[in-house]
């Protein structure tokens, strides 16, 4: 089993499915934390924006029904979701609105046995 990503021999066992990818541990880490360098400061700013504007209303359309899927199912697999908002987006798209949405601590990343929901905060 080799890494989608980087290539790498999986060992037995410590492969990831990613969005129908199959990739090593960093990896897989690398590609739920996209935001993972970016600063502290970023994300307060993206807080207080919010408050200024009063709630939702910094969300787009797609995040705004991400999170009322999210919020009506208790949380999803990246692949249901993308099901569920239909042939609107493409996985890459997905992952950057999610990315958003984690940005603006109105969703995260779960584990769950062996495979990763998405549920809100
Ligand atoms: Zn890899």
Redesign the pocket.
Known sequence: MK??????E?PAGDEHDHLGRT??E???MEALSPMKTCDPWAVYSAKSFEEHMGGDSTLNPIQKEMVAILEDTGGLTPQDLLSRLGAKLSVEDLQREFAALRHMEKARAEKRGDRIFWRLW
């Open positions: 890494c989608d990503m980087c290539q790498a999986i990739l090593c960093d990896c897989c």
